[in-house]
């Protein structure tokens, strides 16, 4: 029902920074709006895990080691959700992953690679 679309990811040096974009390509409006929004991640032999999320009523929270260098935000007249990335180190490098919560269900997109070199 709802397609993501990741792009914005490469290689970077550490401290660097990046901007994630998750399209909702094939949503209408209403439903982008009602959708809670994620971005996690997955490294190499590791769980994926929560980096930041935004919900529909605007909330925001943030993963420890993301905090303080990492913004979510979304723009509902585009239905797109961005992950800026500051800071970045080593650590970041992972496949970053946009999700989506519509009515109780999940929806992925496919994943882009960031690469943090030292």
């Known amino acids: 029902q709802m397609q993501l679309v990741e792009s914005g990811g490469g290689l970077v040096q550490a401290g660097g920074s990046l901007r994630l974009s998750c399209a909702a390509r094939r949503a209408i409006l209403s439903t982008f709006t009602s959708s809670n929004m994620a971005w996690y991640r997955q490294a190499p032999g590791k769980q994926r895990e929560l980096v930041a999320s935004?919900?529909?009523?605007?909330?925001?929270n943030y993963a420890d080691f993301v905090k303080g260098r990492f913004t979510i935000s979304r723009d509902n007249n585009k239905k797109t959700t961005y992950l800026q990335m500051n800071s970045l180190e080593p650590e970041d490098t992972a496949v970053y992953y946009c999700?989506?919560?519509?009515?109780?269900?999940?929806?992925w997109g496919q994943g882009t690679q960031v690469t943090v070199s030292s």
């Open positions: 935004s919900t529909r009523d605007g909330s925001t």
């Open positions: 999700n989506a919560e519509y009515a109780g269900r999940p929806f």
